[in-house]
Structure formats: C-alpha cells, structure tokens
C-alpha cells in the first residue's frame, strides 16, 4: 500500500531530488547492487520520447568490465592521444554569456582542488579523473542510433535526467561526462558496441565521497528573469 502524501511533502520530496543533484567529481568505492541499478534505469525509463520510440542504448559496468574500460582509455590518454571528437558539443567560437560561465565553473573547480591556473600537470591529472568515472564503482555509457535525427537526442537528455534524479532517492549521486565521447572508438571495441550507435556520453555512479575538495565546488544557476519571459 502507497503511503499517503500531501501536495507539500510531494512537491518538497520531487524539489530536492532535483536541486540536491551535484556533478560529483570524487566518489567512495563501496559496490552498488546489480537490483538497485536496474531499478534506477527502470525508473528512468518513464522519459518522454516522441512517439514512445525510446531510442536510448546504455551499458553498465562494474568490477572487472569498468576496470577494462577505464584502463584502455587511460592509456590512450597517458601516451598523449586526447581521441577525437565524436560530435560537436560546445560553441565554437565561445561567446558570452556561456564563455563567463565556463570560465567560472572551470576556474571555481581547480579553486575548490587547490591547483594554481599555471599547474597544468595537476589540470591535466583532473581531466585524467574523467576516465576513472572518478572512482565511482559504477559507469554507465550512453549510445543512440547514428540515423536518428536530434529529438532523440533531446529524448536521451531526459533519460539521463532521469538516471540522475532517480539515483537521488537512492541516496546515491552521479557526473555526467561527455569527455567520454572523444574516446568513442575504444569505448566502441571494449564494449562491443555496433559501429551503427553513436557514443554520447558516459556517466559516474555511486555513494559521493562529501569529504573530497572536489565535491565542496558548487556551481551557479543564473536567476529565471536572465532565461525566462512571461507572456500575459
């Protein structure tokens, strides 16, 4: 039997769910059971889609196969191949207002970590993190169909969205990393992905390490008159 809710404890239970999501970028090894993951990606998998195609792919790994994943890219990384680009992401050239806040979210991270704007060994070793799902002891890497034109793209946005919200009432966190997508070919081969799917993006998670520097960084949200117009 469902437990009775009023509108106030649901809109307050819905609010935090979303607004405690954090990028976490530093995470505790402790394993996450095969049963509460699949149920997150259950959960998740309420996303819209237009005409309910569901055209989301994700692999899981853990233990042995993240080990594999990660190591294989760490070692293109480490001989100095940064990959190649899968699709373009970012504004190229980067203009303001999204220029200022990169800027700010970069600078504010390496701030929280203690590395000095001309330390780019310690820079390169954070980026290095990515490819580690930054200890995390669960990665998920997410793929769409190569024809599929770019609602699918929105409609796998909301299926991350979901994973990320959903993992919350789990009392678990995660980072969504698109660097995962210029190390699209290994990815490809270690998983065994058809060459038909696009890799998107891979994402972290697990139990959040709140003790790390890395995880004390919190970014800004701009206030809703600077996106948002009222039409009376």
């Known amino acids: ?29 402790n394993p996450v059971p ?3 993951i699949a149920q997150i990606l259950e959960i998740a998998a309420q996303a819209p889609s237009g005409s309910n195609i569901q055209s989301w792919h994700v692999d ?18 480490d001989a100095g191949d940064f990959g190649e680009e899968a699709y373009q992401y970012y504004p190229d050239p980067w203009r303001e207002p ?15 970590l203690g590395i000095a704007r001309q330390d ?51 009392g678990l966190d995660t980072c969504p990393q698109q660097a995962f997508a210029a190390y699209h070919s290994t990815i490809r081969d270690v998983l065994d992905i058809p060459e038909n799917r696009m890799v998107i993006c891979g994402m972290a998670l697990g139990v959040a390490d709140k003790s790390d520097p890395a995880n004390q ?16």
């Open 34 to 36: 095969q049963d509460t």
């Open 217 to 232: 960084f919190a970014t800004e949200r701009a206030p809703t008159d600077q996106f948002a117009r009222f039409h009376k």
């Open 60 to 77: 899981v790994v853990t233990g042995q196969a993240r080990s594999q994943l990660t190591s294989a890219i760490t070692a293109r990384f």
């Open 120 to 170: 780019k060994d310690r820079m390169h070793a954070q980026h290095r993190r990515n490819f580690l799902f930054f200890d995390a002891p669960v990665g998920l890497v997410f793929s769409l169909d190569r024809d599929l034109p770019v609602g699918s793209w929105l409609d796998c946005g909301m299926f991350l969205q979901n994973i990320m919200i959903a993992a919350r009432g789990f």
């Open 1 to 29: 039997m469902s437990r009775p809710e009023t509108a106030e404890q649901t809109r307050w239970e819905v609010a935090e769910a979303i607004t405690s999501r954090r990028a976490v970028r530093a995470f505790h090894p």
């Open 98 to 112: 999204y220029l200022a806040r990169r800027r700010a979210t970069g600078w504010g991270l390496y701030a929280a």
